[in-house]
């Protein structure tokens, strides 16, 4: 370790500093999509907790983004803004709670069925918002107004305005940051890890290893609706395809890119994923080829994703240090 | 529903369930004995109606399309393993999803470089073309009766192979303990082969036989893939049996399900599954 | 802790790069325009008809639109909803562009128009029929030169009633286009004293259409409608045929069944009646040039796809021609496109109050691979618009 905490904590500041001020520099469109690189951020190290702490695989994981993200659609009034400190308990809440429905499910499973039986479960809140009336059906819904953080007749900020939108999405990522490390840290973090190595010793430790995990599912699900909740306040467009397993594999991958079981590295594999996404569809219009073609590299290559490429690359200099 | 409607709907369901079933034993089969999940299943589908559509043009007939096909499927499956599969057995489900993931992207985009985005469709051969009248309106095709009895000769086949031959011995070792059989002197890798070269050819050949009934278009892979992931599911991971009896379930579900409750077609497969896995969490032949 | 440097490191490093991509300024006396169409997935083939028939247009005209010569900035959108809100902003904020073209899939076509009018861009619809674009949805700025999904099935209505059809089942994909397709139908068929007797509706995108038609077969109907296009077109017209229900129960669809899916169905195609704004043989001298001038181009024959972005590029030019050239007259340039009479290969049509066209629907019989026109299934006929502000 050649920097002390102290150092680390400010390095993170800079971090945080410099994507504070990026605002200040950046044309409309590029703060946008950092904002939503934010947004994917916070989805991808809500899904690391299943992933890579828990080791809980999931292929389900957009249904609570979906779904959190339909909530605020569906609550806010057409022709006025909402109340931002109703609809974001409310929109996290529906995502925690429809987590631990499935979850008392689909966490009886293990392994390969695990993985599956999340698929299927995404695929049903798909349809049900697909083909039903109840969210606009397959043209998807408009929200209108960006809610309003009203307190009385104050209101503190805007998120009407772009820049506001964007602190106030970047504060929330910092939140959920400094929240997984104090849960991580946490007895209740602890076990979790341990059930991730070995289940079966844990419960003969005498933990209820299926609550622990449901813990984590239904933390995870209202992280991942936070993360649907400022999707629809940023885009205000919200459609059925969010929910679709094709957008629980793309978070997943961006776990892996990024490398698992590090908030940090779920951050960078966001960030990684969409600028890889960008650069090649400005190459070619066959893009989803090189996409594929990196996904298989990475897997095939670089197992424990980009926060571990610099550790491999530290060892390859390290025996040439050797040979000298 | 009157009596006549209830048979005839029975035989829809068994029918499409035979035909759901011959692309899931290939998935289970690769699951169950080498424990692979492969995301990329729906895209050997897709490959086989494509090497239809090409080789019934080419050849002028559907059945000299199969007999040329096979083996062509068969060949990308054991290269496809000997290159990319092989280094999966000892990494984690999680990076197996990955994998196959990227190789549902690279195979939809080669599709599109190769041949196109069009749709296509694929002449029966004549001689099962026509249909038989069951009342003054409605007939059924006979093609979809033989595509029936297909899937029930393939789904015996399969279980002499894997239950009477020796091969099938080996595969069953070593599904069980892959050192022990090696030590044995048994060729592990070569058995890994055939079974995925074997999973492969499975989905190939239900694209090609669903080909003339279907239309050969981009990314007819996807609900396939899903619909064998919820049949081996119900029916238990590795089991044959079990893919045959949760296909029929699936079959029946999805067919009376659109007659008698329409309104929820879209979640029944999906829900009949989620009662299966509350009833037995390991499907309904699973080993647990 | 050293690992959290080089993390951060890498955040940074990304965060500059995005900062050092900035728009390229476009000189004022040039259109640029935006065509975000699908050149991925499903819906590829008719993303690339669209772009074709716009630039055939522009391609006629020297490279220019109204005088004015044309820049293109392209977005693939992949036909996925989830990425479209970006992807439209993309060309409207980064590239800047005067006007945005595009698409093919409804949802994707919704959040554009979200977009467009939140920064009021001009927007031009080439495909997608969601009611709701000229509807609940209008605006100034928004423009559609293809259909509404009621348009076409409404046409139907009057036809079967004259072929004395008195009882329908209806079949289609339980999403927005197909239900707004059969509401349609429906509406006229239904004030003509036709009766529904069984709306039925299958979950997209499934295919397994047998029981449905052991129940059609049962509840034995005058006359199938149905809303299905590419893949799923081609199943249900092969499987219909293949139950011997089509000589029984003969099957009419909104056009979409038969347009670029006929080969593909073998002989089940052969005969079935759609409606829709443009058909094959049709007599008009714009259409003859049109088809010349595409197949030279392009070496295949163009569908209503290109047709619909051929029309596009018309309609631009119509707005720009009367303002001079001027991109910045947004005014009068809406003026002008409200105004316009567009001589399209599908026959002359204008713009209705909601900004969708007022057409001609013709009623087509599938014949080989082609879709010859049998006679006008309903004259200049305008979209109700129910819900849209600007009537």
């Known amino acids: 370790m050649i920097f002390s905490d102290r150092t680390a904590l400010i390095l993170k500041l800079l971090g945080v500093s410099a994507l504070a001020g990026y605002p200040l520099v950046g044309s409309e469109f590029y ?35 979906g779904i959190a993200a339909y909530t605020v659609a569906l609550i806010s009034p057409e ?82 305005e772009g820049h506001q939108l964007y602190y106030f999405i970047l504060a929330a990522l910092v939140a959920v940051y400094v929240l997984l490390g104090f849960v991580l840290r946490s007895p209740f973090g602890r076990v979790l890890v341990g059930i991730k190595s070995n289940e079966h010793r844990m419960r003969s430790m005498g933990y209820s290893t299926f609550h622990y995990k449901l813990g984590a599912f239904v933390l995870a699900g209202a992280l991942a609706g936070l993360a649907g909740f400022l999707y629809a306040v940023l885009f205000g467009f919200v459609t059925p395809e969010l929910l679709s397993w094709h957008e629980s594999g793309h978070v997943l991958m961006m776990v892996i890119l990024g490398g698992m079981g590090s908030p940090i590295g779920a951050m960078l594999g966001a960030g990684s994923m969409v600028a890889l996404e960008e650069g090649f569809s400005l190459l070619t219009k066959h893009w989803q080829l090189l996409m594929g073609l990196v996904i298989l590299a990475v897997v095939l290559f670089l197992p424990g ?9 530290r060892g390859l200099f390290a025996r040439g240090d050797h040979h000298d | ?46 490959a086989g109606a494509y090497l239809a559509f090409g080789l019934t043009s080419a050849t002028g007939n559907l059945l000299w399309a199969i007999v040329l096909g096979v083996p062509l499927a068969m060949a990308i499956g054991a290269a496809l393993e000997a290159l990319l599969f092989v280094h999966l057995y000892k990494r984690d489900h999680l990076e197996q999803v990955l994998l196959t993931y990227g190789l549902i992207l ?183 | 802790m050293e690992k959290t440097i080089n993390r951060l490191t890498g955040l940074l490093a990304g965060a500059a790069l995005l900062g050092l991509v900035t728009p390229a300024a476009h000189a004022a006396d040039t259109l640029k325009v935006g065509l975000m169409l699908p050149a991925t997935g499903t819906y590829a083939k008719l993303g690339n008809a669209i772009t074709n028939g716009f630039k055939l247009y522009v391609d006629e005209n020297g490279g220019k639109i109204g005088g004015v010569a ?11 909803p989830a990425k479209a809100t970006e992807n439209a902003n993309k060309l409207v904020k980064r590239d800047e562009v005067d006007v945005l073209v595009g698409t093919v899939h409804s949802g994707v076509a919704m959040a554009m128009a979200k977009v467009a009018r939140g920064t009021k861009t001009l927007m031009i619809v080439p495909n997608a029929g969601a009611d709701e674009l000229t509807g609940p949805l209008c605006a100034p700025n928004i423009f559609r030169t293809s259909f509404t999904n009621w348009q076409p099935s409404y046409a139907m209505g009057p036809v079967l009633l004259d072929k004395g059809v008195k009882k329908v089942v209806t079949l289609t994909w339980k999403y927005s286009a197909g239900l707004q397709a059969i509401e349609g139908f429906k509406e006229s068929f239904t004030a003509g004293g036709g009766e529904i007797v069984k709306e039925l509706t299958l979950p997209f995108p499934n295919t397994e259409f047998q029981p449905y038609l052991t129940e059609i077969a049962s509840l034995k109907p005058d006359a199938v409608f149905v809303f299905f296009a590419g893949g799923g077109a081609v199943k249900l017209a092969k499987d219909y045929a293949a139950a011997g229900l089509k000589d029984s129960i003969p099957l009419y669809g909104s056009g979409f069944l038969t347009d670029g899916t006929l080969d593909a169905m073998g002989g089940a195609g052969e005969g079935l009646q759609t409606t829709l704004h443009y058909a094959d043989g049709l007599d008009n001298a714009k259409d003859k040039a049109f088809r010349a001038g595409y197949q030279k181009a392009y070496g295949m024959a163009p569908d209503v796809y290109a047709v619909q972005g051929y029309d596009a590029a018309q309609l631009l030019a119509a707005g720009l021609s009367a303002v ?31 900004h969708n066209p007022v057409q001609d629907i013709y009623l087509r019989e599938g014949k080989g691979s082609a879709n010859p026109v049998v006679s006008v299934a309903a004259k200049a006929l305008a979209d109700p618009a129910r819900g849209c502000r600007m009537k």
């Open chain 2, 106 to 288: 690279i195979f939809e985009e080669l599709r599109s470089i190769l041949v196109g985005d069009d749709v296509h469709g694929v002449p029966m051969p004549d001689f099962l073309a026509g249909s038989i009248p069951l009342d003054d309106t409605l007939s059924y095709p006979v093609y979809r009766l033989a595509i029936s009895v297909v899937c029930v000769g393939l789904a015996i086949g399969l279980y002499f192979l894997i239950q009477r031959t020796r091969l099938g011995m080996m595969i069953r070792a070593g599904s069980h303990d892959r050192d022990m059989v090696q030590s044995l002197g048994i060729n592990i890798k070569l058995i890994y082969r055939v079974v995925f070269a074997l999973g492969v050819v499975m989905a190939a050949l239900g694209g090609m036989l669903a080909a003339p009934i279907s239309s050969v278009a981009p990314n007819m892979g996807g609900q396939v893939l899903i619909l064998s992931f919820v049949v081996v599911v119900v029916g238990g991971i590795g089991s044959v049996w079990g893919a045959l009896i949760g296909a029929l379930l699936i079959g029946f579900a999805d067919t009376f399900g659109k007659v008698i409750l329409p309104d929820f077609a879209g979640v029944m497969v999906y829900l009949v599954m989620a009662a299966v896995l509350l009833w037995r969490p390991e499907g309904l032949l699973g080993k647990g």
């Open chain 3, 70 to 80: 044309v820049e293109y900035a392209v977005v693939d959108d992949e036909s996925d």
């Open chain 3, 324 to 354: 001079s050239g001027k991109v910045d007259d947004r005014k009068g340039m809406i003026a002008a496109m409200e105004a316009a009479q567009i001589d399209s290969p599908r026959g002359t049509f204008s713009m209705s109050a909601a």
């Open chain 1, 31 to 65: 703060i946008e999509l950092v904002a939503k690189v934010l947004i994917l951020a916070i989805f991808a190290m809500s899904l690391d907790l299943l992933v890579g702490f828990g080791g809980l695989v999931s292929l389900g994981h957009a249904a609570f983004f």
């Open chain 2, 1 to 46: 529903m009157d009596i006549f409607s209830f048979l005839v709907q029975t035989l829809n369901a068994v029918q499409y369930g035979l035909l759901l079933f011959l692309v899931a034993s290939g998935l289970t089969l690769v699951f169950g004995i080498m424990g692979i999940i492969n995301l990329a299943h729906g895209s050997f589908y897709m």
């Open chain 1, 305 to 313: 994703g980009l926060i571990a490429l610099p550790a491999r690359l």
């Open chain 1, 79 to 160: 022709y006025d803004p909402a109340n931002l400190w109703l609809v974001l308990p409310a929109s996290v809440l529906a995502a925690g709670l429809a987590a631990l429905a499935i979850g008392l499910l689909v966490l009886r499973t293990k392994g390969i069925y695990f993985i599956m039986v999340t698929l299927a479960f995404t695929q049903m809140a798909f349809y049900l918002f697909h083909d039903t009336a109840l969210g606009g059906g397959s043209d998807g819904i408009y929200l209108n107004f960006r809610p309003e953080p009203r307190v009385g007749e104050w209101m503190p900020f805007d998120l009407a």
